[in-house]
């Protein structure tokens, strides 16, 4: 991967780690496409640390004040069932199951589910389920009748986001239209749900890059991928919630049936290779990134 490749990457990131169209298969296939092999399930991580920093700016007078609202209950400054003190408990109860799924199934996420059958497929599932959710959801729930359980619902979408292509913003969006929230509202929840998730999986690959850099994009090109997801991602969040105040996630749900029936069509064709993995891109390159 050279410096081109890594502004190229994190241009992608940016404009669509929020949209619900999983960030993370769009990187999984420019870097096929790009002859670069898979970037990686580090690069990802790392690289969406850029895209939650732009979360924390954009919604940062909300989490300052979720924050100080969750402390001052524990110390009885704040009534207990106060809406944002009860955002901050929500949030974590949301976080336990990507954290659990993710220590699990971790091999799994970083090899196996990375083929882009796996990608293309739940592209079109999650696309389609995402479709459903918009056209039979109520749209009414707002955001202050979150409950623990409604939380967890939502953690568990989330999860499903450790698979490319099922897409974090789609799968806790689509649980939470699912449920009858608002649209706006199931996209706040669910940009403010993956800060956690996001920010210790992505601290956790710098770690594990910095102890074994052997087979890694270089951390160089991976923080230059990183600031520029930051850049685009800041502008790209508020423009996609004043889209969706309005209007439907048809749009999005049409392209995912699209790229991921493209996706299939060049992979039968032999364009694309399935597994674009560590071990492929070692062959490739004789042994580094």
Do not use: C
């Not at 420019?30 to 092999?37: D, F, K, N, R």
């Amino acid at each position: 991967m050279g410096i081109f490749e890594a502004i190229l990457l994190g241009i992608i990131q940016g404009l669509t780690e929020f949209l619900p169209i999983s960030s993370s298969a769009h990187l999984r296939i420019a870097s096929e496409l790009l002859g670069i092999g898979d970037a990686g399930a580090a690069f990802t991580a790392i690289t969406q640390i850029g895209t939650e920093a732009a979360v924390i700016v954009f919604f940062w007078r909300d989490i300052v004040r979720i924050i100080g609202r969750w402390f001052g209950s524990l110390t009885g400054r704040v009534a207990r069932k106060d809406p944002d003190a009860l955002m901050g408990w929500w949030i974590i109860v949301g976080t336990l199951p990507i954290v659990v799924l993710g220590l699990l199934f971790q091999d799994q996420i970083e090899t196996t589910l990375r083929s882009l059958w796996f990608v293309a497929i739940s592209l079109i599932v999650f696309g389609l389920l995402l479709g459903v959710a918009d056209r039979v959801g109520r749209n009414a729930r707002p955001l202050e009748q979150l409950t623990w359980k409604h939380g967890l619902v939502y953690g568990f979408a989330q999860a499903l986001a450790l698979i490319p292509g099922v897409s974090r913003s789609g799968g806790t969006i689509t649980a939470g239209l699912f449920m009858g929230y608002r649209r706006e509202a199931a996209a706040r929840y669910s940009f403010l749900l993956a800060i956690p998730a996001v920010l210790g999986s992505g601290f956790y690959q710098v770690f594990k890059a910095v102890r074994a850099p052997e087979g890694q994009t270089p951390m160089g090109l991976t923080l230059v991928a990183t600031l520029v997801a930051f850049v685009v991602a800041l502008f790209v969040i508020g423009l996609f919630m004043k889209y969706i105040s309005k209007r439907s996630f048809l749009p999005f749900v049409v392209y995912r049936v699209l790229l991921g029936i493209a996706i299939i069509v060049l992979l039968s064709a032999g364009v694309l290779t399935p597994e674009g993995g560590v071990a492929a891109a070692t062959a490739t390159t004789g042994g580094s990134l």
